[in-house]
C-alpha cells in the first residue's frame, strides 16, 4: 500500500523515515532512546506552543503545520527553479558545442553545416508559455497541458520545415556560399 500511495504522491517514506530518525537520533546510535525522545518533542512542544501556556491546541499545531508546510512549499519552488535554470543553461551550452563542431568541421572542410538542427526544445517551450499560454490565445475549454503539446507539435515542425528549406536553399556569389541558419534567439541573451 505505501508503494502505491508513494507512486501517487511522490512521497518517500524511507527518506521521510531516515529524516525522523537521524532528528530523533541525538548521540548517532542508531537507537533512539526515551530520553531523546522526550528531548525531541519537549523542543518540539516549544516550537508549537506559541503562547507558552504548557499545552498544545489544535489551532496551534495547525499553524505550526502551516509554516512548516509553506516553508518546504518555498523551499521546492527554490529548487525546481534552480533545476530550471541549470537544464536550460545545459541546453545551450549543448547547442553551442553541436554550433561550434559543425563550424570547425565547415572549416576544416568537411561540408555539414546543413545537417544538424538547432531547433531548441526549451526555447521553443518557453515561448508557448509566454507567448501563447499567458494571452488571448489560450483555449479556456483544453486543458494546458494538451494545448502546449499541440502547440509544440505544430511549432517544432514548422520550424522543422522552415529550417529543411533554409538547410537547402543558398546563393553562390563569387564562389561565396551564403546561407540562412536557424538557430534559437536565446543564445543571444546568455552571451
Not at 512548516?68 to 535554470?85: G, H, P, V
Request: proline share 2%; charged share 35%.
Amino acid at each position: 500500500m505505501g508503494n502505491i500511495i508513494s507512486y501517487f504522491t511522490g512521497t518517500n517514506y524511507t527518506y521521510i523515515t531516515n529524516d525522523i530518525f537521524n532528528k530523533l537520533d541525538k548521540n548517532n546510535d542508531n537507537l533512539v532512546t526515551k530520553d531523546e525522545l522526550e528531548d525531541y518533542f519537549k523542543s518540539l512542544s516549544d516550537k508549537i506552543d506559541k503562547n507558552n501556556d504548557g499545552v498544545i491546541s489544535k489551532e496551534e499545531l495547525e499553524d505550526y503545520l502551516k509554516t512548516e508546510s509553506d516553508q518546504k512549499d518555498i523551499e521546492i519552488a527554490e529548487w525546481r527553479e534552480l533545476y530550471q535554470e541549470e537544464r536550460l543553461k545545459t541546453e545551450l551550452l549543448e547547442e553551442e558545442i553541436k554550433r561550434l563542431r559543425v563550424y570547425l568541421d565547415f572549416a576544416t572542410g568537411k561540408d555539414n553545416l546543413h545537417n544538424p538542427s538547432f531547433i531548441s526544445t526549451i526555447a521553443l517551450e518557453e515561448y508557448i508559455k509566454d507567448n501563447i499560454l499567458k494571452t488571448d490565445a489560450n483555449l479556456k475549454y483544453i486543458p494546458d497541458l494538451l494545448e502546449k503539446k499541440a502547440y509544440f507539435s505544430m511549432y517544432k515542425t514548422m520550424l522543422e520545415s522552415l529550417e529543411k528549406l533554409c538547410n537547402t536553399t543558398y546563393l553562390n556569389i563569387m564562389n561565396h556560399k551564403i546561407s540562412i541558419l536557424i538557430e534559437p534567439d536565446m543564445l543571444k541573451n546568455e552571451k
